[in-house]
Each structure stands twice: as C-alpha cells, then as structure tokens.
C-alpha cells in the first residue's frame, strides 16, 4: 500500500503588498506542501504600490503610479517578474534639481555651489573609503556625528550630503540620523549604488533608472498568476483583527480573527486555523496584531522600529514648483571657469553646460528649509519621469511575442492582454504639444504632474509650505507611514530579527525580502530591505526569486 501524501501546511499571509505576494508567489510553486490564504483589508493587492487614474484631457495620461515610481537596474528580481507576467520598465535619465538660488546643485552640469565646495567634495572619497574599511563601526554612527568626525563644513553636510541621502534612501527629514554606512553604500556598493563618486563634482554621471509599467495592473496580473495554481486564496476586504494564538492544541496552532470589511458591508469578526503565519504589515500593525500574544523580545525588536508620517499632494501647480526649485537651466547657476584648469577641463565644463541648456529636465527636486537646514521637502516631476506621458502602452515597452529573457513567461492574464494594448497608450495624446529631450511628444510644463512629499508630520509640519499648493492644482492627496533609517534601525532591529523569525509558528517580512527554501518546512528570511519612495528604496518591492535556475 503507497503511503499517503502528506497534508499541506496550512500557511496565513497577512498584508498583500510586495512582501506578502513575494511570499503567496513563492509557496504558490508548491501546491503539495503548501495550502495559503492572504488577507488583507484593501480591495486590491499592492500596498504601497498604487496607480491613480487622472484627466488625460488635461495631463497627457490616464494614470500615475502613487506611492512607487521606479527602481534602479541593480533590482534583477523585480524586474524579471515584471518580465514574467508581460510588463517592462522603462529607461529614463535620472536628472536631479538640489535646492534653489544659491543653494543649487545638480548632477547635470557643474554649478556655484559645487565650486564652493570643492575642497569637502576632494576629501570625501577618503572618507567612504574609511567608512567602507571600518563600516561595523560606521554602521553605528549618523551622518551628522561622521560630518563632524572627518571635519566637514556645515555647509557642505546640509546643502550637499543631506538632500544626497535623503533623496536617494526616503530618510526625509531623520537624514542626520541615518547610519553612515548607508551614505557610503550610495556610492560603493555594487549592488546598491547609483552615481560613481566624482573628487571634483561630487556626483560623476546621470545614471540611468527604470520607471515601473502601470503598478495597479501589475500586481493584479501577479495575483492572477498566484491564484492560478490552485493553492493560494485572496481575501481582500478581509481584515485581521488579532492574532488568537500561535500555540492552540485544537485544529492548528495558529489562529486569527478577522473581519469582512468593504465599503458599509462588515460581517462579525469569525477565527480560522491555520499551521503557521506570514506577518508582512509593517512592525507597528504586526504588534498590535499580536498582542499579548508578542514575546519579550518580539516587543523588545519591533517596538524599536519607529515610523513617521508624510503626506504627498500630486498636483499641477507649476507656479508652486518655480517658487521652490530650479525647474529650468539657469545660466547664471553655472560654475566659474578658474585659471587653474587646464583646456581639457575647462572644455568638460562647457560641454556640460550646453548639454544642460538643451536637455535640463529633473525628475527628482528636493528643498531646503530656511529654518532648519537639517529638514528637507522632496517632489518629483511624474511627467517627466513616468512613460505613459509620452504613449507608452501601460505594461511598458514590451510586445506579447517577446519571449526574451523570461518575458511573457507567465500565462498571460486579462489584465496584462489589456496593458499590453497599445491603445491605451494613447489616451492624452492630443495635450502632448511639447517635445522632450529625444523629441518624442510629451506635454507642455504648464501641464505637468507633479508630485510634492511634505515629510515628518509630527517633527516638521510647522515648516511646510502645503499651504502654498493651489487648492484648484491639487489632483490628490495620500498619507503615507514610512519607517525611519536612523541608525538605531541597525543596532537595534537588523541584527536582532534571526532571533524571532521563525519562532512560534511566525515569520516577519515587515519590510524584509522573501527567500523560500526547497525544503519541507516554510522558510522566510529576512534581510535588511528598506522601504521608501526614493528611487533605491524601492527595493521593498524586490524580492527573491525561487526558480531552480537563478
């Protein structure tokens, strides 16, 4: 007689963002051993990964993605999964307008502000190396007290460094407290950096970043591929109020409480079993869903994750945005020629100066304010960033007969068969008046997007200057909870997270990566992922992939 098949562990995901689908999409690829169910209380999967239709009579497109925009090409795995299920980001020049007036910089073409700085900028490439050499040590001083230690002027941490690491890891306003590890990986890590150190401009290059495919699409064809294997069920519109408990007897260890909650629609609560539990919702909520149910240590580790809260207002207000940065080259921003430079250099200079008078066109801006240095506002210019405001089809720059490189690798779902339409791409076309850089049609600045992130309600709100957004301009606004990088984030939580995860019957994927093993058992790793909606920070939506061939 041929032994039975053994009963698949029954698995609950709580949060459908990119950690929960990571993990749904992992354990989907193995219908014998794992039976899942994923809540969560939103209607649609993607957490922070929003898309928000707008007025193409009026903009040029029909939507923008929210709360994600892009990534760098270091990020193979997201990629590739875009790829899988027939979408494409798409290639875009970074370009990056720094603070106004006097405090200008950028990566385009030299500037005032990096000619006063020189002497800083020369000496910082031997302080990343130093911090790279010691960086367990470094790991655990901020950015403000390293400033200090290699003797660097004020003005150089708050009108250069500051916005640097602000920008590019979400840190906002708590960037003088982020570990100083984190600024040299920047620059130094293969797998994490952007811009290849310059001793004379400090930033060397415009590097390229991918902007995502339409994100709403993309992650219901992913939910389409997930449920597709028969093993995974969606309940969205279903919140888990609490976690009853991890060690009952009685059906499985694991049990929750939860209720059905859509639009005036909410049922009683109602408790499932379930053999082991996937929290991937942010530190605070996994607490409160916990309990008393959380350990010493579990609260001792979570509890030390702090989070802030940021409101970010999508608007049209291009008055707004002069007021506030450098939209627009500026010849008079243009750094001096020195007598001291030679043909070559001075030659270097004005062709970067040409270039920029030509093709001056940021994405991201940030902003400093008057009355504290230290605290920043970010925006970014979404037409100029995202591809539909030039007719890309929503699923990117990709063709159902592409078979390259895992693309279309998937069964292709009704919503990527949509995306894919390049109809869609169309939609707004008749706003797109002006030309871009490479002269494709895109629209007028006077009809641009953007999109400003008033940072750190509770440590900055008396700086903001929201009030200054035309009530008539504003197309949308959202709160956002972000978690802080302070360096207390890696002494306190990174290290720590090996000594809960897996225990009771729980693994946490707060912001963290997912890695599934080929063994019996469920295994979730975590790694020090961060989260935020700068262009590296993106890598909350990364995750790792579980084919046998990577």
């Known amino acids: 007689m041929a032994p039975s098949a053994p009963t698949p562990k029954r698995v609950c995901i709580v949060g459908a963002g990119a950690s929960g689908m990571s993990a749904a999409y992992a354990l989907s690829k193995h219908p014998d051993k794992f039976k899942v169910t994923v809540f969560d209380k939103q209607p649609l999967a993607g957490g922070m990964a929003t898309s928000v239709d707008i007025d193409p009579a009026k903009y040029g497109a029909s939507y923008i993605n929210d709360g994600v925009q892009g990534c760098s090409p270091v990020f193979a795995n997201t990629l ?32 005032e502000l990096v000619a006063q700085f020189k002497g800083d900028i020369a000496r910082f490439g031997s302080a990343l190396k130093t911090i790279k ?9 901020p950015v403000h007290a390293m400033l200090k230690m290699f003797r660097f002027s004020a003005g150089f941490g708050e009108r250069m460094v500051y916005p640097l690491v602000a920008l590019f890891f979400g840190t906002g306003n708590q960037t003088p407290y982020v570990s100083s590890a984190i600024l040299e990986r920047v620059f130094m890590d293969p797998s994490m950096k952007l811009f290849e150190y310059d001793p004379k401009s400090l930033l060397a290059s415009i590097p390229t970043m991918l902007a995502f495919p339409k994100l709403h699409d993309v992650y219901q064809a992913w939910k389409s591929e997930v449920a597709s294997r028969g093993n995974v069920d969606f309940k969205l519109n279903h919140e888990v109020i609490r976690v009853v408990s991890r060690t009952a007897k009685k059906n499985g260890p694991v049990q929750v409480e939860y209720k059905i909650a859509a639009g005036d629609l909410e049922t009683a609560p109602q408790v499932d079993a379930f053999d082991e539990l996937i929290l991937a919702v942010d530190a605070d909520a996994t607490l409160n869903l916990l309990g008393k149910e959380a350990t010493w240590m579990e609260r001792r580790i979570l509890g030390s994750v702090k989070y802030l809260y940021d409101v970010t207002i999508t608007h049209n207000d291009l008055n707004y945005m002069k007021k506030y940065y450098e939209t627009r080259y500026n010849p008079g921003h243009n750094a001096p020629f020195s007598s001291a430079q030679s043909d070559e250099e001075r030659e270097e200079m004005e062709k970067s100066f040409k270039f920029a008078e030509r093709n001056f066109r940021p994405l991201y801006y940030t902003m400093q304010y008057a009355e504290d240095k230290s605290k920043i506002e970010m925006s970014f210019d979404l037409t100029h960033y995202q591809p539909q405001f030039r007719g890309e089809q929503p699923a990117g720059p990709i063709s159902s007969s592409d078979h390259t490189e895992h693309r279309n690798e998937c069964k292709p779902s009704e919503y990527t068969k949509n995306a894919q339409d390049a109809e869609k791409g169309k939609a707004g076309e008749e706003v797109r008046t002006g030309k871009d850089a490479k002269g494709r049609p895109e629209p007028q600045i006077e009809n641009h997007v953007f999109q400003t992130i008033f940072l750190d309600r509770d440590g900055s709100q ?49 912001p963290f990566l997912i890695h599934e093993s080929g063994a019996d058992q469920l295994t979730v790793r975590c790694s020090a992922a961060m989260l935020g909606r700068g262009p590296v920070c993106v890598c909350e939506f990364d995750f790792w992939h579980m084919n046998a061939d990577r």
């Open 133 to 141: 050499r010691l960086e367990p040590i470094f790991a655990m001083i």
């Open 80 to 111: 590739r999964m875009f790829r899988m299920l027939g979408f494409e980001a798409t290639e875009v020049d970074m370009q990056i307008s720094f603070g106004k007036g006097e405090n200008f910089w950028s990566n385009v073409f030299p500037t």
């Open 462 to 510: 008396d700086l903001w200057t929201w009030g200054d957004i035309g009530e008539e301009k504003r197309i949308y606004e959202k709160w956002w909870k972000q978690q802080s990088h302070r360096w207390q984030h890696y002494a306190k939580v990174v290290p720590w997270m090996m000594f809960v995860n897996g225990k009771h019957h729980t693994q946490y994927v707060v």
